[in-house]
């Protein structure tokens, strides 16, 4: 049996003096600490795509003239920015949030620095969708999207493996201390929005279409979907707080309710308001922001509060988790804008 | 503006030791007590001279005395609480270190004889304001409703005068008021609420458990636990470094002494601590007060009623030391039977080596039970059971020292091997049972020739195993070592004379010939002479006692001011 014990001693240091000059290899990697590296990779991945998506060209301009109307075209526009915004919230939350967790765990399985990279360079096609007011896709945002959702339902299977195969199996126990079930579909949900601004960006301005149904119509339900989503992973994690504080009931009644209302506007008819469902997304996205000075007040109460950060940020609630609430409302603002026909000037 | 819960670690570097010494200078004193939840802060004492005449006079703060200080002063009622031991802030005062921690342990002389003499101290008595509580493994488990009625119910032992209905109820009281944290559905019994906080992870030791009992096919659980998973007040939730036994320095452990005596204080009742309790004073058949040491003389306090929850040594030893011309057998004793029926419950172990590192030390020490052979009656092939009991067994995790100990008397290592095994520490995971002894008469506290610093004759303590106790240890043992070997255990080893927890010194009833105390702790010879901790048991079944000792201190209590009204 290895026991620490066995392992090799380390050979018993030199003393300065007596050391001889002698030219030894520079090893540059042993000064630096291995998340600094991550990082880097993660921030390289970054703006390497960043600079690889380019400046994408306005629709129609190689046919020669606009040939839609402005009107069309601005909503489509500003829907399709206002996904790039979701997506940045969810990319930036799954990033921060799997780099906290995972580094709680170690890096204990090779794989678990996949979201961090994956997030990263997401997070950078989000942001490069966010600031590009035209319309007309990019083919690497686009390619970029696509692999964060994958990822998300890939780390979905690895993290539902985890806990199954845990003392327990599928008990509330494993669902609660192992890894997160719900978590890596943050990132499917970043990258669904992300494509979907892709698509949006292509689609016919006047009468936006996605995979042949109503872009707005569609969009609405998704998200009232994703939301939904989001609470049960809410709802999980703080019924392994036992709802101690009763602000924790939030994001467990207010997104659904603000679902349901994505879910009416969808039935309601094209150019009528849909002020109620907006106002019921501004209130999940402020929510979500809100969230983590909830959670930040939550590391205070932990052993040590904010002067023992470096342990609490760890064990204590996600700064990182709630912000991902807001992404999604604000798929849901895009939808609804999509649905009105008209902008939401914000 | 102080937001709760901000920095009031005691590891804040910013922190100093206090100043002064709770071990030899009160504290609970000049109409302040400490503020266990916050570092060097106090909160307001309401106080009463010894010559004014108090509601109650309760002797002991631990899981019964301070749990009734707590609901009598709620109640309206005034009340002064003695304790012997310190007045500790756990923030402050607690060491990670096992030696210094055995200040919490009542480690003043006790003499032991019988067949099978107990060992005292660490493992069953603490002397400090909470009891035994402020180090207790923090398993808080019900009663199975049928123990309430063995004799009847299952033929051995003795009825309690209470009814399980009404116990469930307390028990979710104070579950509610620990914050206990279980699991979302406990596996045996009947329905109960859920608890409070949910179950905490657990660690490799408790995994240990949960593979030799799903080997085994019997159902295992996380521990219902009186530490807190999520934040509580000014409670952190646990931070897992397994010092629980040896005294919680962050509060996150429920004791008697950050739970219910905070609250006791806030309701007005006075605590005074290094006051040790040394004889009750009786008129006319009635208790008049206490006559108790602190500061260096002894004092008498004048009151209404009087309650004993010194626990199964101490509460007898106070009821015998104070006998006087009325009552020459001691107070509450015209049965007979205080001191008699002493209960301890098993708490034998099997140990085994591990390919994997295990590091049991981590986190709570009982972090994984099972309660099976405490509802299964029969049992069946190698494991039919041929005593009356049951038990529930748990996973471990010794600190260093304990080990070391454990090793060198238990396993009879010294020198090279004991040096080769401690090597072995972090890959050792060990079951530990909780078992039901039975009551008998021979079993017993009395007073011995010697006295102790305050001038008092100490409590001797006998002690023998009778062959239903024998018995059920060999069930257990073997049990235990099949279920570690088919968890991965190698060179699995018995530690098969180890016991905890002390019962059953002033048993309650519903006959005054066969009893100490009526349903309502209240003794049958003396109306206003209460007893209220683990002395009062008739029988102790298969769990941990303090959850049962506080619940039927939350009934005396509503009982008492039912009364009243
Ligand atoms: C190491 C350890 C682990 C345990 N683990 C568990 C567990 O996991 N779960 C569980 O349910 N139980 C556990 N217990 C048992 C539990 O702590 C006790 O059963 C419970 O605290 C007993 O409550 P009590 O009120 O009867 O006595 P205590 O809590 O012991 O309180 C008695 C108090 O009275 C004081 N006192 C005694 N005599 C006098 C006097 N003459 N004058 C003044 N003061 C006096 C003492 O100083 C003491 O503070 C454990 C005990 C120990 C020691
Ligand atoms: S493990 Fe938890 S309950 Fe035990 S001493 Fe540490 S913080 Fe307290």
Same mark, same amino acid.
């Given at each position: 049996m290895p026991m620490p014990s066995d392992r090799a001693s380390r050979p018993p240091r030199r003393r300065a003096a007596s050391v001889k000059r002698r030219v030894a290899p520079v090893r540059v990697e042993a000064a630096v600490h291995p998340v600094v590296v991550l990082a880097a990779v993660a921030a390289g991945a970054g703006l390497l795509t960043w600079f690889a998506a380019g400046r994408s060209k306005p629709l129609g301009l190689a046919a020669g003239g606009r040939s839609y109307s402005s009107r069309g075209h601005d909503v489509t526009a500003s829907a399709a920015q206002r996904l790039n915004h979701a997506s940045t919230m969810l990319a930036a939350s799954v990033l921060f949030d799997s780099g906290l967790e995972h580094y709680r765990g170690q890096f204990f399985n090779r794989a678990m620095y996949t979201p961090i990279v994956v997030s990263s360079v997401t997070l950078a096609a989000s942001l490069h969708g966010a600031g590009d007011t035209d319309t007309g896709s990019s083919r690497v945002r686009h390619a970029v999207q696509a692999l964060a959702g994958l990822t998300g339902l890939i780390g979905f299977g690895f993290h539902a493996y985890n806990v199954g195969k845990r003392e327990g199996g599928y008990s509330f126990q494993n669902l609660f201390y192992s890894a997160p079930i719900g978590a890596p579909m943050a990132l499917t949900l970043a990258g669904v929005l992300g494509v979907v601004a892709e698509r949006v960006r292509d689609a016919d301005p006047d009468e936006p279409h996605l995979a042949g149904l109503s872009a707005g119509r569609s969009l609405a339900v998704a998200t009232a979907g994703m939301l939904v989503g989001t609470t049960l992973e809410a709802g999980l994690l703080h019924f392994r707080g036992a709802f101690q504080n009763p602000a924790m009931f939030v994001p467990v009644t207010l997104p659904p309710l603000a679902a349901a209302l994505l879910v009416r506007a969808a039935t309601k008819p094209e150019g009528a308001s849909q002020a109620t469902a907006k106002w019921g997304m501004w209130a999940v996205s402020a929510m979500g922001v809100g969230g983590v000075a909830f959670h930040a007040y939550g590391v205070a109460r932990m052993m040590g509060g904010w002067a023992n950060w470096r342990q609490n940020l760890i064990d204590g609630p996600p700064l990182p988790a709630p912000p991902s609430f807001s992404g999604v409302a604000l798929g849901g603002l895009a939808a609804l804008e999509l649905i009105e026909r008209s902008r939401i000037r914000f | 503006m102080r937001i709760p819960g901000l920095g009031n670690a005691a590891d804040n570097p910013k922190h100093v030791t206090p100043g002064d010494d709770p071990?030899?200078?009160?504290?609970?004193?000049? &109409?302040?007590?400490?503020?266990?939840?916050?570092?060097?802060?106090?909160?307001?004492?309401?106080?009463?001279?010894?010559?004014?005449?108090?509601?109650?006079?309760?002797?002991?703060?631990?899981?019964?005395?301070?749990?009734?200080?707590?609901?009598?002063?709620?109640?309206?009622?005034?009340?002064?609480?003695?304790?012997?031991?310190?007045?500790?802030?756990?923030?402050?005062?607690?060491?990670?270190?096992?030696?210094?921690?055995?200040?919490?342990?009542?480690?003043?002389?006790?003499?032991?004889?019988?067949?099978?003499?107990?060992?005292?101290?660490?493992?069953?008595?603490?002397?400090?304001?909470?009891?035994?509580?402020?180090?207790?493994?923090?398993?808080?488990?019900?009663?199975?409703?049928?123990?309430?009625?063995?004799? +009847?119910?299952? &033929?051995?032992?003795?009825?309690?005068?209470?009814?399980?209905?009404?116990?469930?109820?307390?028990?979710?009281?104070?579950?509610?008021?620990?914050?206990?944290?279980?699991?979302?559905?406990?596996?045996? &019994?009947?329905?109960?609420?859920?608890?409070?906080?949910?179950?905490?992870?657990? /660690?490799?030791?408790?995994?240990?458990?949960?593979?030799?009992?799903?080997?085994?096919?019997?159902?295992?659980?996380? +521990?219902?636990?009186?530490?807190?998973?999520?934040?509580?007040?000014?409670?952190?939730?646990?931070?897992?470094?397994?010092?629980?036994?040896?005294g919680c320095s962050t509060n996150a452990k429920q004791s008697v002494l950050v739970s219910y005596l905070p609250r006791a204080l806030k309701a007005g009742a006075e605590i005074r601590d290094l006051a040790m309790v040394g004889r009750i004073e009786t008129r006319n058949g009635r208790a008049t007060g206490v006559h108790y040491f602190r500061e260096g003389k002894w004092r008498f306090q004048r009151a209404k009623n009087v309650v004993v929850a010194g626990y199964a040594i101490e509460t007898p030893r106070l009821l015998l030391n104070s006998a006087n011309q009325e009552f020459p057998?001691?107070?509450?004793?015209?049965?007979?039977?205080?001191?008699?029926?002493?209960?301890?419950?098993? /708490?034998?172990?099997?140990?085994?080596?591990?390919?994997?590192?295990?590091?049991?030390?981590?986190?709570?020490?009982?972090? %994984?039970?099972?309660?099976?052979?405490?509802?299964?009656?029969?049992?069946?092939?190698?494991?039919?059971?041929?005593?009356?009991?049951?038990?529930?067994?748990?996973?471990?995790?010794?600190?260093?020292?304990?080990?070391?100990?454990?090793?060198?008397?238990?396993?009879?290592?010294?020198?090279? %091997?004991?040096?080769?095994?401690?090597?072995?520490?972090?890959?050792?995971?060990?079951?530990?049972?909780?078992?039901?002894?039975?009551?008998?008469?021979? /079993?017993?506290?009395?007073?011995?020739?010697?006295?102790?610093?305050? &001038?008092?004759?100490? %409590?001797?303590? +006998?002690?023998?195993?009778?062959? /239903?106790?024998?018995?059920?240890?060999?069930?257990?043992?073997?049990?235990?070592?099949?279920?570690?070997?088919?968890?991965?255990?190698?060179?699995?080893?018995?530690?098969?004379?180890? +016991?905890?927890?002390?019962?059953?010194?002033?048993?309650?009833g519903a006959d005054p010939r066969t009893s100490v105390v009526d349903a309502d702790c209240r003794s049958w010879d003396i109306p206003n002479l209460y007893v209220c901790d683990g002395s009062v048991f008739p029988t102790v079944g298969g769990v941990n006692p303090s959850l049962t000792i506080q619940a039927v201190a939350l009934r005396t209590a509503d009982r008492i001011l039912a009364r009243r009204r």
């Open positions: - | 071990e030899h200078h009160p504290r609970a004193r000049d &109409g302040r007590a400490p503020n266990v939840m916050r570092i060097g802060e106090w909160v307001p004492m309401r106080q009463h001279r010894d010559e004014e005449e108090v509601d109650f006079a309760i002797v002991g703060t631990g899981a019964g005395g301070g749990t009734l200080a707590c609901r009598l002063a709620e109640g309206g009622l005034s009340v002064v609480a003695f304790d012997a031991g310190p007045y500790f802030r756990p923030l402050e005062d607690f060491a990670s270190d096992e030696s210094h921690q055995s200040k919490l342990y009542w480690t003043d002389e006790r003499i032991v004889d019988g067949e099978n003499p107990l060992q005292m101290g660490s493992n069953n008595s603490g002397k400090a304001v909470g009891g035994s509580t402020v180090h207790y493994a923090m398993v808080a488990l019900r009663f199975r409703p049928e123990w309430f009625k063995t004799r +009847t119910l299952m &033929g051995y032992g003795a009825d309690w005068p209470l009814d399980w209905r009404e116990m469930w109820r307390y028990y979710d009281q104070v579950e509610d008021d620990l914050k206990i944290s279980g699991p979302v559905n406990y596996p045996w &019994g009947p329905y109960r609420r859920r608890y409070h906080r949910r179950a905490h992870e657990i /660690n490799a030791a408790a995994k240990v458990l949960a593979r030799g009992a799903e080997a085994m096919g019997i159902g295992w659980t996380p +521990t219902p636990l009186a530490t807190v998973s999520a934040p509580h007040g000014d409670a952190p939730p646990c931070v897992y470094r397994g010092f629980c036994t040896l057998d001691g107070l509450a004793n015209s049965s007979g039977l205080v001191g008699r029926n002493l209960m301890v419950q098993g /708490n034998q172990a099997v140990w085994g080596v591990f390919d994997e590192e295990i590091r049991s030390y981590k986190g709570p020490p009982s972090l %994984a039970i099972s309660e099976h052979w405490n509802y299964d009656d029969k049992g069946h092939g190698p494991f039919a059971k041929d005593f009356f009991g049951g038990y529930s067994y748990m996973s471990q995790g010794p600190l260093p020292q304990l080990w070391a100990n454990t090793q060198a008397s238990a396993h009879g290592l010294w020198g090279e %091997a004991l040096v080769a095994e401690m090597q072995r520490y972090n890959h050792v995971a060990g079951l530990k049972v909780v078992s039901e002894y039975m009551p008998q008469e021979r /079993n017993r506290v009395t007073l011995a020739d010697v006295k102790d610093q305050y &001038g008092l004759p100490v %409590a001797r303590i +006998t002690y023998s195993w009778c062959d /239903n106790d024998k018995a059920l240890n060999r069930h257990a043992l073997k049990f235990l070592r099949e279920a570690l070997s088919a968890a991965g255990g190698r060179e699995v080893w018995d530690q098969g004379d180890d +016991t905890c927890h002390l019962n059953g010194t002033a048993r309650m």
